[in-house]
């Protein structure tokens, strides 16, 4: 009896071993897989997930991880892999984004730190609604002999920076004062915005490695105020910066701090 339970346990392991196998991870169950457009996982600011990059053994196919994102506008986002495991050595274009059909590959991502990491930045502009569009990974070194022991971690983020106030009415002038905090080339976009949410004016611009940039926003928005919205391909936490409000009669500045979502 002791025998026959043994024996049972070994071939009912030996079945979850090849059924792990043949789905992966749980994005990847029965036919309902993350392997394109119909894909159910969105991701959200501060989203951070583990996965695998298996042949898939019971549909004979290897694996792909897509993820639905939404742009909102006047907002930047970035998508990140690190903690790759096994033998997956990504490269750049092994990390995408497509457009809302899953056709049109509108950015590869860069490859950073000795190659260990992945970063996909990109900005959304005006729109009336959110777009869609999807991050696909695929395509690994490892190829058909990926297992599950081939790990990554996907981590998402909204970028976007945002200034509460800025005031060139009056006898007021403000001042931007932004920096690259990265050591990599990046674009910067500056909407300025009416108290009603409306757009003033966008002004955009490159940053260096570690440049400082100086904006006098009378030179964009004249005899105006509201709020600032920065998006940018820095990486989240990849600027850093204030608005200074001068008021020449008295010699007094106002500070407004650049602020992020919270992670």
Same mark, same amino acid.
């Given at each position: 009896?002791?025998?026959?339970?043994?024996? *049972? @346990?070994?071939?009912?392991?030996?079945? +979850?071993?090849?059924?792990?196998?043949?789905?992966?991870?749980?994005?990847?169950?029965?036919?309902?897989?993350?392997?394109?457009?119909?894909?159910?996982n969105v991701l959200f600011h501060g989203s951070e997930q583990i996965h695998d990059l298996a042949y898939? +053994? =019971?549909?004979?196919?290897?694996?792909?991880?897509?993820?639905?994102?939404?742009?909102?506008?006047?907002?930047?986002?970035? *998508?990140?892999?690190?903690?790759?495991? =096994?033998?997956?050595?990504? *490269?750049?274009?092994?990390?995408?984004?497509?457009?809302?059909?899953?056709?049109?590959?509108?950015?590869?991502?860069?490859?950073?730190?000795?190659?260990?990491? +992945?970063?996909?930045?990109?900005?959304?502009?005006?729109?009336?609604?959110?777009?869609?569009?999807?991050?696909?990974?695929?395509?690994? *070194?490892?190829?058909?002999?990926?297992?599950?022991?081939?790990?990554?971690?996907?981590?998402?983020?909204?970028?976007?920076?945002?200034?509460?106030?800025?005031?060139?009415?009056?006898?007021?002038?403000?001042?931007?004062?932004?920096?690259?905090?990265?050591?990599?080339?990046?674009?910067?976009?500056?909407?300025?915005?009416?108290?009603?949410?409306?757009?003033?004016?966008?002004?955009?611009?490159? +940053?260096?490695?570690?440049?400082?940039?100086?904006?006098?926003?009378?030179?964009?928005?004249?005899?105006?105020?509201?709020?600032?919205?920065?998006?940018?391909?820095?990486?989240?936490? @990849?600027?850093?910066?204030?608005?200074?409000?001068?008021?020449?009669?008295?010699?007094?500045?106002f500070d407004t701090q650049m602020v992020h979502r919270p992670h």
């Open positions: 009896m002791r025998k026959t339970t043994r024996l *049972a @346990g070994l071939a009912l392991g030996s079945a +979850l071993a090849l059924c792990g196998a043949a789905r992966a991870d749980e994005w990847d169950f029965a036919n309902d897989t993350d392997n394109g457009v119909s894909t159910d898939l +053994l =019971g549909i004979q196919l290897a694996d792909q991880d897509w993820y639905l994102v939404a742009s909102h506008a006047f907002s930047s986002y970035q *998508a990140v892999i690190d903690g790759m495991t =096994g033998d997956l050595d990504l *490269a750049s274009t092994n990390m995408q984004r497509l457009d809302a059909s899953g056709s049109i590959v509108l950015g590869n991502a860069l490859v950073t730190d000795f190659g260990g990491n +992945l970063s996909l930045d990109w900005q959304q502009g005006d729109v009336a609604s959110p777009v869609a569009s999807y991050v696909r990974v695929q395509g690994p *070194a490892c190829g058909t002999s990926c297992n599950s022991f081939d790990t990554y971690r996907m981590r998402f983020y909204e970028t976007t920076y945002t200034i509460p106030r800025f005031n060139n009415s009056g006898t007021q002038a403000t001042v931007l004062l932004v920096q690259n905090a990265t050591d990599r080339t990046c674009d910067v976009t500056y909407y300025f915005l009416a108290a009603t949410g409306s757009v003033i004016s966008a002004s955009a611009s490159q +940053l260096t490695p570690r440049e400082l940039e100086v904006i006098p926003t009378t030179s964009v928005a004249a005899n105006q105020s509201g709020s600032v919205r920065i998006a940018h391909t820095c990486g989240f936490g @990849g600027l850093s910066g204030k608005a200074v409000a001068l008021e020449p009669g008295t010699g007094f500045t």
